[in-house]
């Protein structure tokens, strides 16, 4: 080790629970922040949750889809592949913000 957290406290050997996209990695080693409590990961756990999201096709789910026309509103359908990822369905409430002119994120409620 050697180093010390952006805050200037100790990293001590830990271990977390590693949870990216959904998908459970497991107990993990890391180092934690004896200070601030931040969590430190590995490179190698790091490289290792990239291969398995990848390997899981989560980027793959990226879809081009046509806006259409309801009333007054604009329709945006949701591909079934995503929907089955996000665990959604026809009464589910989202949030919607434009994160830039080009970018629209939706939150899923519930
Ligand atoms: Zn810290």
New binding site residues.
Partial sequence: MGYK???G?ELRKSHTEVEFYGIDFGVRECEV?S??G?EYLSEDIIEEMEEEIKNRGIFALERAVKITKSGNSLVLRLPPEIVKFLEIHHKSTVRLFPADKHRLEVEVLG
Wanted: charged share 10%.
């Fill in positions: 957290c952006k805050c406290g922040c200070s601030c931040t």
